[in-house]
């Protein structure tokens, strides 16, 4: 799935490029479009009483971006492990197609009271978008 974040000049440092920083909020932003793209949004998890922490973020920067640049984000499930998962981004100049990072991001499934859920268990609907997610991003990784 692919998301697109229009830069804004408030995300710009004293050099006049976009701080590091908010690489990690596009992140945050394609993750909760991806989740609209499966078909099971992050609110309606949240209503199943379902949170999603982050448990560790990883980011390169290859090129810097700059203010009133698109960035496409590629956005990937590369693994589920029944309460963890990570993604994978790959962001790119919408214009050139010039990486400007390649990240990803750790996250778990808990109970709103911090106690770990089986996701299969207690929302198969889901589990299922899940694991679809997964063998469809695997397998355009292998093509």
């Not at 199943?48 to 982050?54: F, K, L, W």
């Not at 560790?56 to 090129?63: P, R």
């Given at each position: ?34 989740m609209?793209?499966l078909?099971?949004?992050y609110?309606?998890?949240?209503e ?7 448990l ?8 810097m971006t ?16 029944g ?61």
């Open positions: 799935m692919k998301y697109t974040h229009q830069t804004q000049y408030y995300e710009t440092d004293q050099m006049g490029i976009i701080h590091h920083s908010n690489y990690i909020r596009w992140m945050e932003e394609a993750r909760i479009a991806y609209d793209y078909g099971f949004p609110k309606k998890v949240e199943c009483g379902i949170i999603s922490p982050v560790s973020v990883q980011c390169d920067y290859k090129s700059h203010f009133g640049e698109r960035v496409s984000i590629e956005v990937k499930l590369t693994s589920f492990k309460v963890k998962y990570e993604i994978s981004y790959v962001m790119r100049d919408e214009e050139t197609q010039e990486i400007r990072a390649t990240a990803s991001s750790q996250h778990c499934y808990l109970k709103k009271d911090g106690h770990p859920v089986n996701i299969k268990k207690e929302q198969p609907a889901l589990y299922e978008k899940i694991l679809c997610a997964l063998k469809e991003d695997n397998y355009e990784k292998r093509n």
